[in-house]
Each structure stands twice: as C-alpha cells, then as structure tokens.
Antibody, heavy 121, light 112 residues
Framework: EVQLVESGGGLVQPGRSLRLSCAAS????????MHWVRQAPGKGLEWVSS????????GYADSVKGRFTISRDNAKNSLYLQMSSLRGEDTALYYC??????????????WGQGTLVTVSS | QSVLTQPPSVSGAPGQRVTISCTGS?????????VHWYQQLPGTAPKLLIY???NRPSGVPDRFSGSKSGTSASLAITGLQAEDEADYYC????????????FGGGTKLTVL
C-alpha cells in the first residue's frame, strides 16, 4: 500500500525558515517524480514544486521560486521542502504527492494527508 | 487566478447528470497536454479521479467520465449520489509558465 506521510509543519514567524519532510513507502521511491502541492485555508490547490526521480529536473511555482528548495533522498525514501523567507501567504496545508512517471509529467496518483504551515507573528 | 478556469460551484439532485468545465488556452489544454481530475471530499486529501483526460483509475465508478474539446475539458458525473458532494479540480500543464504544472480553481459540487 502506497503511503506518503508529511511532517515538519507548524507555526513560524514571517521571514523565518521551515523544512517539510515526506516519508514514502509501499512503492519504489526512486522510480518516480514527486511533488509538493499546497492548499491555503478555504482555497484551491496550488502546485508548489516538482522533482524528477534522480533530482535531475526540478521546477517551482513563481510564487515560491528563490525561497523554497525541493530535494529528495532516495536512500531514505524521503522528499523534502526547505522553505525560507516565509510570508503570510505561504500559510497552507502542504501535500506531498507522487507522480505516475519518473519525470514530473504524469498525474498525481497518490497524496499524503498534508502538514499545516502557519506563518504568523 | 488560475490559467485553468472552473465554475466555482455546480449542483444537482440525486440521479441527475452534472458537468464541470475546465477552460484553458492554446498554451495548456489546447496544446494537447493531458488533463487530470481530482476529487477532494470534505476534510480529506485530493484523490485522482480521471487521468489522461478520459481514463479512470481502478476503483473509480464509471459514473465519472472525462472529455476534451479544443481548449476546454469536462468532467461528467451521471447518476449523482450524495457521496459525490466534494470539490473537483482539473490539472494540466502550461508551456508559458515556469514549472508548467497548473490546477484549476476548483468546483464545489452540491448534491441537493
């Protein structure tokens, strides 16, 4: 059974940093691209970042480019999102999602339950 | 504001048919990129509903179907049931954007 478990969320002050993690199991992690997708309270889904199976291809939404860094450790079956210079508009539930392909070009066939990030002073 | 436009809400009575549109442009749906649909039940994570514009993952009832024409895609739900009440999102790719992955704004389906 595919499982994606996010962690690392919490309350953080504007301008500070936070690192999210996603522990994957139930599939061959290094065969697939991975994504972070966020959902602000009461709002829709927003794609944040993607990373290919071997970290060779990485993409970011314009809203986070230069502030967020996605990475993965295939030996640990883990995905990460390093978030810096956090703003109020980054407040959201952050989902880890698996891609159906090795490149980040397929559908998100599995999702975690999300970890909540609240940016507030 | 998303590059993929969905109606904020649709509604229908049990047993009826509803459709949810996802309107894009020549740089996304019209360019031939696949469209995927996700269902998000209240308080839960999104779930893949339709992939590759018209395909259903295993376990998704055939009451759900997807289609595409020109720069728009649609999700149709027939034989509406109370448990279909959820938010629905389309997703595709856009060649004019960095990173290129985009979601529609979402549509709230209410079963009357």
């Amino acid at each position: 059974e595919v499982q994606l478990v996010e962690s690392g969320g919490g309350l953080v002050q504007p301008g500070r940093s936070l690192r999210l993690s996603c522990a994957a199991s139930g599939f061959t992690f290094d065969d697939y691209a991975m994504h972070w997708v966020r959902q602000a309270p009461g709002k829709g889904l927003e794609w944040v970042s993607s990373i290919s199976w071997n970290s060779g291809s990485i993409g970011y939404a314009d809203s986070v480019k230069g502030r967020f860094t996605i990475s993965r450790d295939n030996a640990k079956n883990s995905l990460y999102l390093q978030m810096s210079s956090l703003r109020g508009e980054d407040t959201a539930l952050y989902y880890c999602a698996k891609d159906s392909l090795a490149a980040a070009a397929g559908m998100n066939d599995y999702w975690g339950q999300g970890t909540l990030v609240t940016v507030s002073s | 504001q998303s590059v993929l436009t969905q109606p904020p809400s649709v509604s229908g009575a049990p047993g009826q048919r509803v459709t949810i549109s996802c309107t894009g442009s020549s740089s996304n749906i019209g360019a031939g990129y696949d469209v995927h649909w996700y269902q998000q039940l209240p308080g839960t994570a999104p779930k893949l509903l339709i992939y590759g514009t018209t395909n259903r993952p295993s376990g998704v009832p055939d009451r759900f179907s997807g289609s595409k024409s020109g720069t728009s895609a649609s999700l149709a739900i027939t034989g509406l049931q109370a448990e279909d009440e959820a938010d629905y999102y389309c997703q595709s790719y856009d060649s004019s954007l960095s990173g290129s992955r985009v979601f529609g704004g979402g549509t709230k389906l209410t079963v009357l």
